[in-house]
């Protein structure tokens, strides 16, 4: 017999994108950093006392979340430090959302939001986007007619890296009925100020999620964090969070990142200055993506093309190059490329030049 | 206005032991071991190259799981790795009941379960147990009366550490008509041969919980693990679990931990023999406890004494030493106390007998 919930049982889970053991793999599929995090990492971990870990961490993350909020030039209380944005979301799911109402959000998206949905038996509505891969201008018209109680937003957007303007983001937060979770996963690749931070105290509805994951070279940490108003804050904070979320050594070594801004300044210049370099190359062999401000590009392969998307992504793993490819509707002729290092980058453009001309 | 769900606008949340930032402060109440973990955690942080860092981690955590299943001699998918015991927790809730089923526990019990249950929607029925903290004879049966879709039970248990016999968790997993969560955080302090393991192959309703925590001494690291039929681990695995659920290093530290089985051994004896002699060493105050296979003792405070129990935690934290009282029905006149090295507990004992004749 199955002891599993019925819509457990009846869901597939989230496919994450491959992970090879080779370390000679080129990996563009998973929008990893291609530059190391701060140096104090090497030092930090020098400096963990075995004996400390025998006790439980810091139960807060507090001084993670200070340093976080100086940043951000907010309080202490208007962030929640997660294990990744994952753990943001499945919070923000569990926190404020019914089994049976409904999560709204843009199609395509960031895969996880459907997983979580189901997870928490909640039906999904996904919204079309405009040719430029952004938001319609019905979208919070359209999600609070279904009756969503939380819209999800990545911004820039995932899977293509299109940017809405800040003044949409407050006309959304303004008309929706329910919460918005903006997903700024990738907000630290954009090429110009784009403070968004500071409308967390325009309205209550408004979560922002931020990670380590890619701006800051952590994703093997796990570490990632929530702004919003302290009313959002504090329920995940005190109940619907596991208690020690998050262990000691991460807590350090996140501290010191997001306190290291030139540090991972200079990561993101290389990969936005990287970025139109390969869409640029990319353009003149005849592969087209749509202008990124995240650090991936998504690429177009043209139906006069010899090949489709699906076989250059196999061309590619075959020469050790892995890039994104997601068999679905709207992306079926697209492949999601993150931006590597310059060898990286090359390495790819040479490959893809190479299996179009053969 | 709250957008909360109403299950957790009137929840309270789980608080943990107290975690003084004074390092000068003794610490006997969260039951951490005190002993360092294993010599390797060092060699291991010096070797972690950063640049690692920048990459996702192994997602289901598979060298860990393969040293975990080799030393209890399963099979890899007999294994789940989580973020400490409470992931494991979580997710067996979440996987397995559907919010208004009922969760079944005994009375007093690890003071999580019933706050899981409430963020899950879940109503739980507590049942008393016997005087010298086992289960009633009629438990399972009771459990199935109320419909119980899980029952957790703690053993040792928490927080008196009296043990079942073996032959006892099999009747109840054979009976049970729901799942069972043998909760074994604290099982590497019990002073005998007590193999649990195998009776995994024998039923397909039972989960083990096991802990890093403790037995390993890296309560800072986060690491838990659960040991069950793969029907019961893989819709855990590979559907509810946060994708990349534990990082990178927390991986290789626990890997190397459970590897070292002489070196946490030898904490486990430390401990039972300090266990013994402070037991012995309260009784002759006049402090009773019942029999522990724990790394804890639970004291009873005899209404003949000068001092309730709630005013003897005081006075212990006025001298720095913090040990754990649980104000409610069951153990107001009790306190909980990890075992310490020697000198933590040679300290207690002088702190309490000072206390007790004033």
Chains 1, 2 share one sequence.
């Not at 009846?10 to 995090?37: C, F, H, R, V």
């Not at 939001?113 to 999904?124: D, F, H, N, R, S």
């Not at 938001?135 to 809405?164: C, Q, W, Y």
């Amino acid at each position: 017999m199955t002891y599993e919930r019925s819509n457990i049982a009846s869901m597939t889970g989230y496919a994450s994108g491959e992970q090879p053991d080779d370390p000679q793999t080129i990996k563009l599929n998973t929008n990893e950093n291609p530059y190391p995090p701060t140096p104090s990492v090497s030092k930090i971990l020098a400096d963990i006392d075995p004996m400390a870990l025998r006790r439980y961490p810091p139960a807060s993350s507090l001084a993670f979340r200070e340093a976080a909020a100086k940043i951000h030039q907010v309080d202490t209380d208007n962030i929640i430090a997660t294990r990744g944005g994952d753990e943001l979301l499945r919070l923000v799911i569990t926190t404020y959302v019914e089994p049976g109402q409904t999560i709204g959000m843009s199609d395509p998206t960031y895969s996880l939001y459907p997983v979580l949905a189901q997870i928490q038996a909640c039906p999904i509505q996904r919204e079309p986007m405009t040719d430029d891969w952004l938001l319609r201008d019905n979208f919070a018209a359209r999600m609070n007619e279904i009756g969503a109680k939380l819209t999800f937003v990545v911004n820039p957007h995932a899977p293509s890296g299109s940017l809405l303007p800040i003044r949409r983001i407050s006309e959304i937060a303004e008309e929706l009925d329910g919460l918005l979770l903006l997903d700024e996963a990738y907000i630290d690749f954009v090429d110009h100020d784009y403070p968004t931070i500071p409308l967390i105290n325009q309205f209550d509805n408004l979560i922002i999620l931020r990670s380590m994951s890619k701006g800051y070279s952590l994703a093997g940490l796990r570490f990632g964090y929530g702004v919003a108003a302290p009313s959002l804050i504090e329920p995940m904070m005190l109940k619907t969070r596991d208690s020690y979320n998050l262990d000691l050594i991460g807590q350090k070594i996140a501290e010191a990142a997001i306190s290291d801004q030139p540090h991972a300044s200079e990561t993101w210049s290389k990969v936005i200055g990287e970025r139109a370099r390969v869409a640029h190359s990319l353009k003149e062999m005849g592969l087209y993506s749509s202008p990124s401000q995240a650090n991936f590009i998504l690429v177009t392969v043209p139906p006069s093309m010899n090949c489709s998307a699906g076989t250059i992504y196999q061309k590619l793993k075959e020469r050790h190059i892995l890039v994104r490819y997601f068999d679905d509707t709207t992306t079926a002729d697209k492949l999601r490329i993150s931006i590597g290092t310059p060898s990286e980058n090359d390495a790819l453009l040479s490959a893809l030049d190479n299996i179009l001309h053969q």
